[in-house]
């Protein structure tokens, strides 16, 4: 129990630490704790690796390594300096391991006489690594880390020529390949379910804002239900004091006109600035309808800085100077169609 409390205040520093950089949702939560203990475990192996030092043969395979470190450093430096997105470092930090594992696999396997103890141990680890992709919820790279491995099996297989690594090939293979299938269904499935959650938490806010209510007051209110067991009529009454009654009747007329009014938009911001993310899309929408940075981090779940970040990115694909204001402009390229 101690060394999960420990795990747990970790990653609550982690998340503290690098809030500016993700998404506030789960699956970014995810690639950060996955990213995180991914480089440190890297530089752990590659520092273990080098100290312990190592033979004439795998000299070269050492010289490689320390190369790893420079790449990976920076990658890590873009990440931290926003010129990369956290999806971006661990996608590009996933391949230059696999990368690398790969080279090091085939070249020890040519190398050594007895190769069969390195070819299972970087089997091993471009496993870990296919783990870590599908864990990250990425599409594509399990399947690119999956088809990497078979591929750099068989070669290793008509290198050594050792009639176990002949035989564990194909069970080896399959196994992999169900592993894609399977997790790759997985991942669909979380980011589809995150992509409608996100959708739920905008469209919430806004309704919310559209009636002109306090989510806090109403979660106090449900609150208060449930610790009172009040009645349904006490609650009622409750809500009378949130909602004027003699604007109900025209409330879901009015939502509903302004999700179709609110959709329209969404269609026209993509027609017009097909070059920007959905996020950034979004963003655009709600600095049109004048909400500050605050309200829009608030609604997309993200943090103030991550929306400072996002601006800054639409600023430069939209090719904006340094004195043009980004709603202005964002009025000039639609306004024809809003």
Not at 37 to 44: A, D, E, H, K, Q
Not at 48 to 56: I, N
Not at 305 to 325: G, M, V, Y
């Amino acid at each position: 129990m101690a060394t999960f409390s420990l795990f747990n205040r970790f990653h609550r520093k982690i998340k503290s630490f690098f809030g500016g950089y993700i998404e506030h949702n789960h699956i970014d939560y995810q690639r950060l704790l996955v990213y995180v203990y991914f480089v440190i475990t890297t530089y752990l192996l590659i520092f273990f690796t080098l100290f312990k030092g190592f033979s004439a043969k795998t000299a070269f395979s050492a010289y490689i390594q320390m190369g790893v470190c420079i790449p990976s450093l920076l990658i890590f430096i873009l990440f931290l300096t926003h010129k990369f997105t956290l999806k971006q470092a661990l996608c590009t930090h996933l391949v230059l391991c696999n990368s690398f594992n790969i080279f090091q696999m085939i070249f020890l396997a040519y190398n050594n006489e007895d190769n069969l103890p390195f070819v299972v141990v970087h089997t091993v680890i471009q496993t870990v690594l296919l783990f870590l992709s599908l864990i990250s919820y990425l599409k594509f790279y399990p399947l690119f880390i999956a088809s990497s491995t078979i591929i750099s099996l068989w070669i290793c297989c008509i290198i050594t020529d050792i009639p176990t690594l002949n035989d564990i090939f194909w069970i080896i293979a399959v196994f992999l390949i169900i592993i894609v299938l399977l997790g790759n269904r997985l991942v669909k499935l979380i980011n589809e379910l995150s992509h409608t959650n996100k959708q739920l938490v905008a469209t919430q806010y806004e309704v919310f804002s559209l009636l002109d209510l306090d989510k806090s007051a109403l979660t106090s209110l449900l609150e208060l239900a449930e610790n009172k067991k009040l009645s349904s009529e006490e609650i009622n009454g409750l809500m009378d004091g949130l909602i004027d009654k003699k604007n109900m009747p025209d409330i879901k007329q009015h939502i509903s006109e302004w999700y179709t009014h609110s959709q329209n938009k969404k269609n026209i911001i993509a027609q017009k600035l097909p070059m920007l993310s959905e996020t950034q899309q979004e963003i655009c929408r709600l600095i049109l309808e004048n909400h500050s940075t605050g309200n829009i981090a608030k609604t997309l779940g993200k943090s103030p800085s991550n929306i400072t970040c996002q601006r800054s990115k639409i600023r430069a694909k939209l090719h904006l100077k340094k004195e043009e204001d980004l709603k202005t402009v964002l009025q000039e390229r639609i306004q024809k169609r809003i």
